[in-house]
T-cell receptor, first 116, second 111 residues
Framework: GAGVSQSPSNKVTEKGKDVELRCDPISGHTALYWYRQSLGQGLEFLIYFQGNSAPDKSGLPSDRFSAERTGGSVSTLTIQRTQQEDSAVYLC??????????????FGSGTRLTVV | SQQGEEDPQALSIQEGENATMNCSYKTSINNLQWYRQNSGRGLVHLIL?????REKHSGRLRVTLDTSKKSSSLLITASRAADTASYFCARGGGGSYIPTFGRGTSLIVHP
């Protein structure tokens, strides 16, 4: 597609429920990143996928968080047993590849998650 | 990870004035990038400056890079109310493939 697409754009869920957030990167972009941003804060790195390599999960805050990327394209971020502190905007970005450091990152519009 | 820290945290100016915000970092880079974020949503890539460049222009934007001081600045000339947004820097390359962002500079341009 023309840009990075994220869905849903807004999600309200009850505490304890599981949620799935979707990211559809730009076609041909091999690198994909997930970040989250709490109100008034910077972007917190969560996970990074590069091609078929094992993902870098070093930013995931707990084992309730997981992500996968199917076929090197669409990615899903899953949060199990959501807590109120999970409320944030979840942002996805893609780029041509980690070794293409001369190119910037294209971000989606994010999913605003509210846990009530 | 490679942090970018922006300063000031907040900047309030009148339309027509110039806005300058700074970014500092700690390790080596291949490039430094500036992004804008409106209303807490997705970031928009503004400009990328390579480590071997010292200055770059794009429209009303001017970015400088001083690798000896590990700092960069973003200048927005003749600001407009529509420039109101948060601005972030992120570093690329230099041994890490994961760009990290600071809290950004919140710019308010009063009409």
């Amino acid at each position: 597609g023309a840009g990075v697409s994220q869905s849903p754009s807004n999600k309200v869920t009850e505490k304890g429920k599981d949620v799935e957030l979707r990211c559809d990167p730009i076609s041909g972009h091999t690198a994909l990143y997930w970040y989250r941003q709490s109100l008034g804060q910077g972007l917190e790195f969560l996970i990074y996928f590069q091609g078929n390599s094992a993902p870098d999960k070093s930013g995931l805050p707990s084992d309730r968080f997981s992500a996968e990327r199917t076929g090197g394209s669409v990615s899903t971020l899953t949060i199990q047993r959501t807590q109120q502190e999970d409320s944030a905007v979840y942002l996805c970005a893609s780029s041509l590849g980690a070794d293409r450091a001369d190119y910037g990152y294209t971000f989606g519009s994010g999913t605003r998650l509210t846990v009530v | 990870s490679q942090q970018g820290e922006e300063d000031p945290q907040a900047l309030s100016i009148q339309e027509g004035e110039n806005a300058t915000m700074n970014c500092s970092y700690k390790t080596s880079i291949n490039n430094l990038q500036w992004y804008r974020q409106n209303s807490g949503r997705g970031l928009v890539h503004l400009i990328l400056i390579r480590s071997n460049e010292r200055e770059k222009h794009s429209g009303r934007l001017r970015v400088t890079l001083d690798t000896s001081k590990k700092s960069s600045s973003l200048l927005i000339t003749a600001s407009r109310a529509a420039d109101t947004a948060s601005y972030f820097c992120a570093r690329g390359g230099g041994g890490s493939y994961i760009p990290t962002f600071g809290r950004g500079t919140s710019l308010i341009v009063h009409p």
